[in-house]
């Protein structure tokens, strides 16, 4: 069965400073693997995938995620945080009944 | 191009009680997808539907259902409602041309917060 796992539900960073939410999966079968953003009293915004390929993915507002099999990790990354980034964040793996398994959600607080 | 909507926005409901909730998709999106999300259990799948016929389906009760309309606008329904029921039901859609889609983009809709009383 596909599960997923995020490390900490709550990270906190200063403005400028480096983004590092971890995410870990499990599958039976090659992964499609999403991260997700969700802000305040808003739906989930599509951040960045991994189906196959590049194993370095680049998404929207700076943010990029690196597929590591070995590991099984899909961590996902931004250089400089922003206040604008203050959100939660959902990684995602595909689900057997045609669905997304999500993590539990980690809340990113951006400090000034 | 208008994006996901859901309405209503909020809804109160007491024990026992039936909701109806609504999703209609980005035009030309024919698979609509809906998940429940909670602090405690986090995002679950409830089902989707494509073309007006139930595609995939999570691991929820009987009392959730749903249907899909020739245009492709969604109703989710839930009958004789728990405290547990109290959660931000989101749904999503997408073009829905391979399988369910996961190699396509999914757009959330904001969500209806329902409160069980």
């Known amino acids: 069965a596909q599960s997923v796992t995020q490390l900490g539900s709550h990270v906190s960073v200063s403005e400028g400073a480096l983004v590092l939410l971890r995410c870990n999966y499990s599958s039976s079968v090659p992964p499609y693997l999403f991260w997700y953003v969700q802000y305040p009293n808003q739906g989930l915004q599509l951040l960045l995938k991994?189906?196959?390929?590049?194993?370095l993915v680049k998404g929207i507002n700076g943010f990029e995620a690196e597929f590591k099999k070995s590991e099984t990790s899909f961590h996902l990354t931004k250089p400089s945080a922003h206040m604008s980034d203050a959100a939660e964040y959902f990684c995602?793996?595909?689900?057997?009944?045609?669905?997304?398994?999500f993590g539990k959600g980690t809340k990113l607080s951006v400090k000034p | 191009k208008a994006g996901v909507t859901q309405t209503p926005r909020y809804l109160i409901k007491t024990r026992g009680q039936q909701v109806t909730l609504s999703c209609s998709p980005i035009?030309?999106?024919?698979?609509v997808s809906w998940y429940q999300q909670t602090p405690g259990q986090g995002l679950q799948f409830l089902f989707e539907y494509f073309s007006e016929t139930q595609r995939n389906k999570g691991n929820f009760p009987g009392r959730f259902s749903g249907r899909q309309f020739s245009n492709s606008r969604s109703e989710m329904n839930v009958s004789t409602l728990e405290l547990g029921d109290s959660a931000l039901y989101l749904c999503a859609s997408s073009l829905g041309l391979s399988g369910l889609s996961l190699n396509e983009k999914l757009f959330f809709g904001s969500g209806t917060q329902l409160s069980v009383l």
């Open positions: 995602a793996v595909t689900g057997s009944q045609g669905n997304l398994i």
């Open positions: 035009s030309g999106h024919r698979s």
């Open positions: 991994y189906t196959t390929g590049a194993t």
